[in-house]
């Protein structure tokens, strides 16, 4: 379980970064032409915002999975103990079932883009890529968070030092 997460945080890092570099060249061709070449070419800002989009999408997973995300926790620092593992464990069921209701709603409005054949005016490209951003970024939620769960559950009678150091070895896992 431990490998399969680790390849999909390393596709997930992987599309990150190319997005990134293609969301940086469009605005950059675009800028240039725009002030110095002037060709009547259309494209580079909606490729840039496609970019973005997906770019927003995984690091909202990347968020939730390293604990940057913002998150409301005054109820849940009020308890210790077991108390406090059970509510951290509810909030993580809340994040998967939400997760996988976006999922499904996402695979349902790539499905009719893929039957409508609509293309994006700039690119001309199938709007179906841009709208699999959601169910990607949603699926990849999805799945990380059921381990992160299982994770959770494993080491529920663990003492806190001890979670800390089981939690510290699965992230140095997925790091290498």
């Known amino acids: 379980m431990k490998k399969t997460l680790r390849t999909l945080q390393h596709i997930e ?4 970064a190319v997005t990134f570099v293609v969301m940086v060249a469009a605005i950059f061709i675009q800028v240039v ?24 999408m995984l690091g909202t997973e990347l968020g939730l999975r390293d604990g940057s995300q913002i998150a409301v926790t005054g109820v849940i620092d009020k308890f210790k103990g077991k ?3 059970l509510l951290q464990m509810l909030a993580k069921l809340i994040v998967i079932v939400f997760s996988g209701i976006m999922s499904r709603v996402a695979f349902n ?8 054949g609509q293309t994006s005016p700039g690119l001309g490209i199938p709007m179906w890529i841009p709208y699999f951003a959601l169910l990607l970024s949603f699926a990849l939620i999805t799945v990380i968070q059921v381990v992160i769960l299982l ?16 939690s510290a070895e699965t992230n140095e896992e997925v790091a290498e």
């Open 13 to 16: 890092n992987l599309l990150l």
């Open 109 to 116: 409005m790539v499905m009719k883009q893929v039957q409508v």
């Open 83 to 85: 108390t406090h593992k």
């Open 33 to 56: 032409n725009r002030n110095i070449f002037k060709i009547p070419v259309s494209g580079f800002e909606e490729a840039a915002k496609y970019c973005m989009v997906y770019m927003v």
């Open 151 to 166: 994770q959770m559950v494993k080491n529920f009678n663990k003492t806190v030092e001890e979670a800390i150091a089981a």
